[in-house]
């Protein structure tokens, strides 16, 4: 799952997800923000992907991250957008169930990079 991100200055897709809360840990955020930001709820599995990121945010802003990305195994489902707070409603233009060949053929750039070779690899994995 994927979400096409509308700035002024640019276009990108990139994973659901979002900043930790205090007290959280990386799993506990994860499952917040998929709940908020798609309805989805489920067991996630262990950390799939860490990546340390500098980047521009929407509104000029240098934002620092050290993400940390989780795999929920799903056959796609209907996208809830009614818990998105009014700049997600402003800034996501779409979001697409893709699979790694349809990723590897958008125009815009997608984050993580390798977004589609992770998702090739976690689709021969073995489940735990």
Known sequence: L????????RTFW????????????FEQAA?????EETGLMG????????R??????????RVEADERYFCLRTEGAEIDRSRWEPVEQEMIAETAWLSPADIRALPDPVFPENFADLVDYLKEAPRA
């Open 2 to 9: 994927l979400f096409r991100f509308r700035f002024p200055d």
């Open 14 to 25: 990139a994973t659901p997800g979002g900043a930790v809360d205090e007290g959280e840990t």
């Open 31 to 35: 499952r917040r923000e998929l709940l």
């Open 43 to 50: 067991d996630l599995s262990g950390e799939v992907h860490r």
């Open 52 to 61: 340390y990121t500098v980047f521009t945010g929407p509104s000029g802003n």
